[in-house]
């Protein structure tokens, strides 16, 4: 069966410094892989997603960026934190199946910017 | 400009009666939308998954209707338990895409 690791579960972080969040998956291959960041009482922001190693599409211009090193690991990282990027960041990752393209998340990582 | 609306308040109702949620959509034509459930602290839960063509989908306790004409989809959860509070969010996307748009999500509490 597939899982999704995401780690580190919490983290605080001073602004300006640098941030990087791993999610890697197991159980299959060629996933289509996703990060989104959601902000207290706010839905689901996508931030980045992923077809294939190397292959990134951004869907909103921020401080963030995402990396594709591996078929299974996804990572988002930033050079210098803002306050604004606190939140809740979720990885996730769907079938390319073409059966309906459901997406499974993983624990998520809750990130507080002081 | 596309939407999905799903009602912020939260319901409240009483176990053992049947919930029901509201997803409202404007501006897109889905091939199909998803419904999860989302507790506190913890990512989204894949629940369902409805076809345009497709006018109801079962799964146990829960049924989803989807509407093309009135552009909506309603979440039922029938006998609900205190088990079943938590926040659903329903999520659209067309055929050539395979990136679902999220709604913001309704609060379900059931009490006891």
């Known amino acids: 069966s597939q899982t999704i690791h995401q780690w580190p579960a919490t983290l605080v972080q001073p602004v300006g410094s640098p941030l990087s969040l791993e999610c890697t998956v197991e159980g299959t291959s060629n996933p289509n892989l996703y990060w989104y960041r959601q902000a207290a009482g706010r839905g689901l922001q996508l931030l980045f997603y992923s077809v294939g190693i190397g292959q990134i599409s951004s869907e909103v211009p921020q401080n963030l960026s995402a990396s594709r090193p591996q078929d299974r690991q996804f990572i988002l990282s930033s050079k210098k934190l803002l306050l604004s990027d606190s939140g809740f960041y979720l990885c996730?990752?769907?079938?390319?199946?073409?059966?309906?393209?459901?997406?499974?998340f993983g624990p998520g990582t809750r990130l507080t910017v002081l | 400009s596309q939407k999905i609306e799903q009602n912020s308040e939260a319901l409240n109702i009483q176990e053992g009666k049947t919930a029901t949620l509201t997803c409202n959509y404007t501006n897109y034509s889905p091939a199909y939308l998803q419904w999860y459930r989302q507790d506190p602290g913890r990512g989204p839960v894949f629940l369902l998954l409805?076809?345009?063509?497709?006018k109801e989908k079962r799964k146990e306790r829960l049924k989803v209707t989807f509407d093309t004409t009135l552009k909506q989809s309603l979440f039922h959860i029938t006998a609900s338990q205190p088990a079943d509070s938590a926040t659903y969010l329903c999520?659209?996307?067309?055929?050539?895409?395979?990136?679902?748009?999220f709604g913001r999500g309704t609060s379900l509490i059931v009490h006891p």
């Open positions: 999520a659209l996307d067309t055929g050539g895409s395979y990136i679902p748009t």
């Open positions: 409805i076809r345009e063509n497709e």
């Open positions: 996730a990752w769907s079938p390319l199946s073409g059966a309906g393209y459901e997406q499974f």
